[in-house]
């Protein structure tokens, strides 16, 4: 269900960009026929204005057409075929790929902030553990009613690195912290939430990867998770390099 409410705002979000440059288009044709016309006619200040206006429109599409370019980015990432090996990776790249989908859901009820270190290259397998940002990010916003605030930020701590998630949402009671990361339990509406997303989070990040989930919270000011994962993935009978 997340995933395709996440590729039905994706798509949406896809669409207004589009459709600015291929409206763009048409209008620039025109212009550039009134600037033929104007330059036959040797109407040198016409020109200028026509051309201005081109530049403008042709900013207008740069932009939408970044904005396309991340998402397709984004999505590149996150679909990745699974691959049993892990991957030498930018982790803030895989980070800020997770949120910019996210981002499409939530749209402008949320700001999405990024508090990112300089983080050396991470082994790790990036499509679960970017599957695991894109769950800790969708719960955050959900908890979050009306408008509100999600903060992603990467630290290095020793021989591991440190990835938090925080938002402004609604908070845990603390008679549910026990319960977070268990398999079925959950707090949001039926339909909206199955309370399988932080089990995921919990498997991908401890049993793939080695690393830890913990949170904090204080009801009715939010939540921040943290995952620790190291830097170097530990393969059976073999220690990591130094």
Do not use: Y
């Not at 589009?18 to 550039?32: A, F, K």
């Not at 925080?166 to 509406?189: M, S, W, Y």
């Not at 080695?210 to 073999?238: A, C, N, W, Y």
């Amino acid at each position: 269900a997340t995933i395709g409410r996440l590729l039905a705002a994706v798509a949406h979000e896809m669409s207004a960009p589009l459709g600015s440059i291929l409206s763009n288009r048409d209008v620039e044709l025109r212009l550039l026929d009134r600037i033929e016309k104007a330059a036959a006619g040797s109407a040198p200040g016409d020109v200028i204005e026509l051309v201005a206006a081109c530049r403008e429109l042709a900013r207008v599409d740069q932009i939408a057409g970044e904005r396309v370019d991340r998402l397709l980015r984004s999505l590149k990432i996150a679909a990745r075929a699974a691959d049993p090996e892990p991957q030498w990776v930018h982790l803030n790249e895989i980070v800020e790929s997770a949120l910019d989908l996210a981002k499409t859901e939530f749209r402008s009820r949320i700001a999405a902030e990024t508090d990112f270190g300089s983080l050396p290259e991470v082994e790790c397998q990036p499509h679960l553990l970017g599957q695991a940002i894109l769950n800790l990010v969708t719960n955050a916003g959900q908890a979050i009613e009306g408008t509100g605030t999600i903060t992603v930020g990467t630290r290095l701590e020793g021989d591991s690195v440190h990835i938090w998630v925080a938002d402004t949402g609604r908070g845990i009671r603390q008679a549910d912290r026990q319960k977070v990361l268990k398999q079925g339990f959950t707090t949001k509406p039926l339909g909206v939430g199955t309370g399988l997303g932080l089990l995921i989070v919990r498997q991908i990040v401890t049993e793939a990867h080695g690393g830890s989930v913990d949170f904090e919270s204080q009801v009715g000011r939010g939540t921040t998770f943290h995952i620790r994962i190291p830097l170097q993935q530990k393969r059976k009978g073999v220690e990591p390099s130094a």
